[in-house]
């Protein structure tokens, strides 16, 4: 099986960003950490990371065009309002678990209470950490089998 893992705008900084609601690993630290857990369980996780918008709908069209058994993405604040990331969602066939390191519905700012792609995934996953990626590794490789 093989997984496609999306991160988003500003996850580059994971680790020195926000930490008190982040936390301290960094994109590396989660993108080693999910690719070992997948392993045993017979799952390539090939991760990208994009500040861009259209990077990110291009990624999801290339698990479309190379038959990817999955994406786990974490859209960062694009959740909060790309159309054009829930059109791509939609578009394609690989089922798309979205992820996120906090719990956005419970946070501060009004705006992070709605995710316009939700609608387009198959599953969500947030406020855990890691652990939301390694439930959406789990939650794929049941939804193949
Ligand atoms: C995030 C939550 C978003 O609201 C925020 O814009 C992010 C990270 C998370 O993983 O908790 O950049 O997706």
Redo the contacts with the bound molecule.
């Keep these: 099986m093989r997984i496609l893992m999306i991160n ?4 580059n900084l994971l680790g020195e960003r926000e930490t008190a ?2 936390g301290h690993k960094t994109l590396k630290d989660i993108e080693r950490e999910v690719i070992d857990y997948a392993k045993p369980l017979g799952i390539d996780v090939i991760p990208y990371q994009s500040n861009l918008e259209g990077i990110i709908i291009d990624l999801l069209h290339y698990a479309h065009h190379e038959n990817m058994d999955g994406v786990i993405l ?7 309002y790309s159309y054009a990331i829930y059109d791509a969602i939609k578009a394609i066939t690989p089922p798309v678990v979205e ?6 519905s419970t ?1 501060e ?1 009004a ?2 209470h709605t995710s316009v792609i939700k609608e387009a995934c198959v599953e969500t996953f ?2 855990n950490h890691i652990d ?1 990626y390694l439930a959406a590794v789990d939650f794929l490789e049941k939804h193949n089998v």
């Design positions: 988003g705008p500003n996850l609601i982040y974490n859209a960062a604040a694009y959740t909060h992820v996120h390191l906090s719990d956005p946070r700012e705006f992070r947030q406020g939301s």
